[in-house]
């Protein structure tokens, strides 16, 4: 059957590239690659098979799903989940062998009522985040309650930095002084985790200091810097390209309003083409009021609000047919659309733009 609707195109020998690039940055370090939100996009499955296969040395996902649909897919590597802990599913997570993250008090007693053999856990304390983790007044009645409880391993000691791609990096660097602290109460208390790691895309590349024994990358991996406010000398590239078939053109006159809202109206006679990917596919719709897409390296504007599935383009007098694909962002024979730049455009992040791909594009590899 052949497929007509909007694609999304998956490096993958790019994103091993990406990887080995990471790997070389932070030397030994061993690599905690995030693959929640399917890859970020990309395809959780896909994306670990590959990054397995380079050597990476742990998995982090947001979900147990994420984590069971990894062990399901053959993968073997270490998985922590992220999420806060669920007590009604630790004998799950423990079948499937998932390290889980342990975030307050509550999470303590839960794994204290757990009869199981031994479940691998990473404690996480907040340091200025306030988002999952104890707070640092009680991080050393943390540990120290943690330490007692027979069932498990504490495997890792980490903290998340809410500014670590900003250019002013005193809040950043205010938070690993905190997280310093927390590892002196740990030593004090004879604690010793194997993996001690704060840094994701951001610190790796603003604060090296915070790499400590394991990095927890995501964008980087992706091909895309996490802001405009980080060293962007490691040659990483993109993996995804999106691209959507041109399905109708019809010639209109000057003064025609396109799409919703007839916020754009034609200046001259011209032809406008509609092309099969809208907002619920990933095309970001705040994009419309600047926004192209390219084919054979020219640019051709949005015409109007992009609709749920499709948009429609002005293509002028280009050389376009009903059945050709348009470049929506990443590199292609059209021509390269940064998905920085459109983020940049419309106030977004390329975090927001590559995970908000729908269900709908094929993913190729
Ligand atoms: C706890 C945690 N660590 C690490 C990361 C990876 O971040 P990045 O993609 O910026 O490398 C994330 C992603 O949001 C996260 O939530």
């Known amino acids: 059957m052949s497929y007509t609707g909007p694609k999304v195109h998956i490096d993958l020998a790019q994103l091993a590239k990406n990887y080995q690039l990471v790997r070389n940055e932070v030397g030994n370090i061993p690599v905690m690659a995030t693959v929640k939100a399917n890859g970020y996009g990309h ?3 896909e994306v670990s098979k590959v990054l397995e296969k380079e050597g990476v040395n742990y998995f982090a996902v947001f979900t147990l799903e994420e984590g069971i649909e990894l ?16 007590p009604n599913r630790l004998s ?33 304390i907040d340091t200025g985040m306030t988002r999952l983790g104890v707070p640092l007044e009680q991080s050393e009645a943390f540990l120290q309650e943690a330490n007692q409880i027979d069932g498990i391993e504490i495997e890792g000691l980490y903290s998340h930095f809410a500014t670590a791609d900003e250019g002013d990096l005193s809040y950043a660097n205010n938070q690993l002084n905190k997280f310093n602290d927390v590892l002196t109460i740990a030593e004090k208390l ?19 200091e915070s790499r400590f024994n394991m990095v927890r990358v995501g964008m980087l991996l992706y091909g895309a810097f996490p ?3 980080v060293p962007q000398d490691l040659p990483i590239k993109p993996v995804m390209t999106f691209t959507a078939p041109v399905v109708e053109i019809r010639d209109v006159k000057a003064g025609t309003p396109i799409s919703y809202g007839g916020v754009y109206t034609t200046e001259k006679d011209t032809r406008i083409a509609v092309v099969q990917a809208g907002f619920a596919d990933g095309v970001p719709r705040p994009w419309y009021v600047d926004g192209f897409v390219k084919f054979k390296d020219q640019n051709l504007k949005i015409t109007g609000r992009i609709c ?5 383009i002005d293509v002028g007098s280009a050389d376009i047919q009903y059945g050709d694909e348009v470049l929506i962002f990443g590199s292609n024979e059209h021509g390269t659309i940064d998905v920085n730049e459109i983020a940049n455009t419309i106030n977004s992040t390329s ?3 590559v995970t908000a791909i729908g269900i709908r594009p094929k993913r190729i590899y």
């Open 43 to 45: 395809g959780a499955v």
């Open 71 to 86: 062990r399901d897919a053959g993968i073997t590597t270490d998985i922590l989940v992220y999420s806060k802990l669920d």
């Open 92 to 124: 799950e997570a423990e079948a499937h062998n998932l390290t889980l993250n342990v975030s307050s008090f509550d999470d303590l007693q839960a794994l204290k009522s757990h009869q199981g053999d031994s479940i691998k856990v990473h404690l996480k």
């Open 190 to 208: 004879g604690i010793n985790p194997t993996f001690i790691h704060c840094s994701n895309s951001g610190a790796i590349l603003n604060l090296p």
């Open 227 to 229: 802001s405009d406010e």
């Open 308 to 312: 749920m599935d499709q948009l429609m």
């Open 351 to 353: 975090y927001v733009l």
